[in-house]
């Protein structure tokens, strides 16, 4: 079982940066991809970018594409750096865990999940 908590998330401004951070429970972090999903208020959970055991990739929605950018460290920790927020951006984000090598967009192979975090972003 890995736990996965998250925390960064508040409020800020249009333009503004935010970093999301993600603690996992397991000293076998190595051993999994990450992810970062979100959902908005109203709106189905939706991928937002992911990044593989190390040295094996990193994968972003379209959406964030040159504005997010996620990465990890060597103990346990996944970061998303989040940078000229937008309205739209405003959701509750969640990190996840699977026992895959490569980054992935689906969600139905994310096996552990943590509770969120609120990003407001404010126009």
């Known amino acids: 079982q890995v736990q996965l908590v998250e925390s960064g998330g508040g409020l800020v401004q249009a333009g503004g940066s935010l970093r999301l951070s993600c603690a996992a429970s397991?000293?076998?972090?190595?051993?999994?991809?990450m992810g970062w999903f979100r959902r908005a208020p109203g709106k189905e959970r939706e991928f937002v970018a992911a990044t593989g055991r190390s040295g094996l990739g990193t994968l972003y929605a379209d959406s964030v594409k040159g504005r997010f950018t996620i990465s990890r460290d060597a103990w346990n920790t996944v970061y998303l750096q989040m940078n000229s927020l937008k309205a739209e951006d405003t959701a509750v984000y969640y990190c996840?865990?699977?026992?895959?090598?490569?980054?992935?967009?689906?969600?139905?192979?994310?096996?552990?999940w943590g509770q969120g975090t609120q990003v407001t972003v404010s126009s």
């Open positions: 996840a865990a699977n026992t895959g090598a490569f980054p992935t967009s689906q969600a139905i192979r994310y096996n552990y």
């Open positions: 397991r000293d076998t972090f190595s051993s999994y991809a």
